[in-house]
Nanobody, 119 residues
Framework: QVQLVESGGGLVQAGGSLRLSCVAS????????MGWYRQAPGNKRELVAR???????NYADSVKGRFTISRDNAKNTVVLQMNSLKPEDTDVYYC?????????????WGQGTQVTVSS
């Protein structure tokens, strides 16, 4: 069974930095896109950053210039470096990975890691 485990969330003051890491495991041969999403209670899950297998990244407008997504295909890991954090970045952050299966791609999600930014 594939599982994604996030780490690196926590409490930080505005202007600070956090680095979120997500490691996929479970007999994975290939992963397509990986990304980070965030969701607050009552809100829709929204894209924060996404990166293709070949390293092409895109970001939500609200985080451009502050967040950087990267991945290590050999380690099945995706990292989100978050700088200049703002209180509005407070959310639960979820890792997503598109796992290549024999006849389809399956999206897997991590359990989420809490990011809280105080003013």
């Amino acid at each position: 069974q594939v599982q994604l485990v996030e780490s690196g969330g926590g409490l930080v003051q505005a202007g600070g930095s956090l680095r979120l890491s997500c490691v996929a495991s479970g007999g994975i041969f290939s992963i397509n896109a990986m990304g980070w999403y965030r969701q607050a209670p009552g809100n829709k899950r929204e894209l924060v950053a996404r990166i293709t297998r070949d390293g092409i990244a895109n970001y939500a407008d609200s985080v451009k210039g502050r967040f950087t997504i990267s991945r290590d295909n050999a380690k099945n890991t995706v990292v989100l470096q978050m700088n200049s954090l703002k209180p509005e970045d407070t959310d639960v952050y979820y890792c997503n990975a598109g796992i290549v299966m024999p006849l389809r791609e399956v999206a897997y999600w991590g359990q989420g890691t809490q990011v809280t930014v105080s003013s």
